[in-house]
């Protein structure tokens, strides 16, 4: 599994506290996982495709929402799927807005799938 990790600080019962986020590919389970500490925060989840990843869920536990989890992971499973020359399918609604608002990931979805979604051309 390769990933990343970054610290980050958080409010907690009204103590400010070191927390450590991860972000790994976990390819046998064909997902991205975001840990907080040592702790499965959530995940976007894809299915393999020829010559892409159709990525169809992305979940954060509630106990974890409003940390911007969900964007995190996203980001950091396209940036993998893009280095590794794999196009993007957006097949889950949370990724599909988030190539929208970040349109830099547009290149990457194939033409086809790009008309077949309604998603705007890349700039």
Do not use: W
């Amino acid at each position: 599994m390769s990933g990343y990790v970054r610290n980050s600080r958080a409010e907690v019962d009204g103590r400010r506290q070191q927390m450590t986020e991860k972000i790994v590919h976990n390819a046998q389970q064909n997902r991205f996982e975001v840990f907080v500490d040592d702790a499965l925060a959530g995940f976007a989840a894809y299915t393999p495709a020829d010559g892409a990843r159709d990525f169809d869920h992305t979940e954060v536990g509630s106990e974890f929402g409003g940390r911007g989890l969900a964007g995190k992971v996203v980001a950091a499973a396209l940036a993998d799927t893009e280095a590794a020359g794999l196009s993007v399918i957006p097949t889950c609604s949370y990724v599909r807005k988030f190539v929208t608002k970040n349109a830099e990931h547009l290149a990457h979805i194939p033409t086809a799938t790009r008309s077949e979604m309604g998603l705007p051309e890349p700039a």
